[in-house]
């Protein structure tokens, strides 16, 4: 379980009132705080650790509950995939599917999702890492065709492993509209739990 120390936000906010509804607003009101240069862009900042996936968004450097777009259930973006029942009681949501769970439903080898990743090489080299990968970067390009942020940014252990996450920032670059493949800078932030 993540913990983040909430005392500097709210020493920060001086008399702002702050509000955090989640793990994920908690983690981008700490990206905020060290991050002052980019206080007034458009930023998706995702978490994705093996079986968990979570989004915050900010726009014009302000946090976003998510009431309209529902940032912070990207880890619930379904798609066609026979992975393991959500906790939301669906099927194919890609947090169930970036998971060492469902590459062991796709090929039977019994190694970590983290594990696959350090040996990483080429997507071409493990076909059930190649799709769980081609899923993530779907719904991370999909995420980013419909918000335009001018940030994402990937808060994650995978990205301890540089060859997997250019892998995975290439094939999402790749599903981006044309327009938004320039706009979309990507950020790796090495945020401790």
């Given at each position: 379980e993540r913990s983040v120390e909430l005392e500097p936000v709210y020493t920060s906010a001086n008399s702002i009132p702050v509000t955090l509804?989640?793990?994920?607003?908690?983690?981008?009101?700490?990206?905020?705080?060290?991050?002052?240069?980019?206080?007034?862009?458009?930023?998706?900042?995702?978490?994705?650790?093996?079986g968990e996936l979570g989004a915050a968004v900010l726009v014009n450097g302000q946090p976003n509950r998510g009431c309209v777009i529902g940032a912070n259930d990207l880890g619930h973006t379904r798609f066609f995939a026979k992975s393991d029942l959500c906790?939301?009681?669906?099927?194919?949501?890609?947090?169930?599917?970036?998971?060492?769970?469902?590459?062991?439903?796709?090929?039977?080898?019994?190694?970590?999702?983290?594990?696959?990743?350090?040996?990483?090489?080429?997507?071409?080299?493990?076909?059930?890492?190649?799709?769980?990968?081609?899923?993530?970067?779907?719904?991370?390009?999909?995420?980013?065709?419909?918000?335009?942020?001018?940030?994402?940014?990937l808060v994650s252990p995978l990205n301890r492993y540089p060859l997997y996450r250019d892998a995975l920032i290439s094939l999402v670059r790749r599903c981006l509209l044309s327009g938004q493949v320039e706009r979309v800078q990507f950020d790796i932030w090495d945020q401790p739990s």
């Open positions: 509804e989640n793990d994920m607003h908690a983690l981008a009101a700490r990206w905020l705080m060290t991050h002052e240069a980019f206080g007034k862009e458009d930023v998706i900042l995702v978490f994705i650790d093996d906790y939301c009681g669906h099927h194919g949501c890609l947090e169930r599917i970036c998971s060492t769970s469902f590459l062991k439903k796709l090929d039977g080898k019994n190694q970590s999702l983290l594990e696959r990743v350090a040996a990483f090489r080429r997507l071409a080299e493990d076909p059930a890492l190649r799709k769980m990968t081609r899923y993530l970067a779907t719904g991370l390009a999909n995420a980013a065709n419909f918000m335009h942020p001018d940030r994402l940014v």
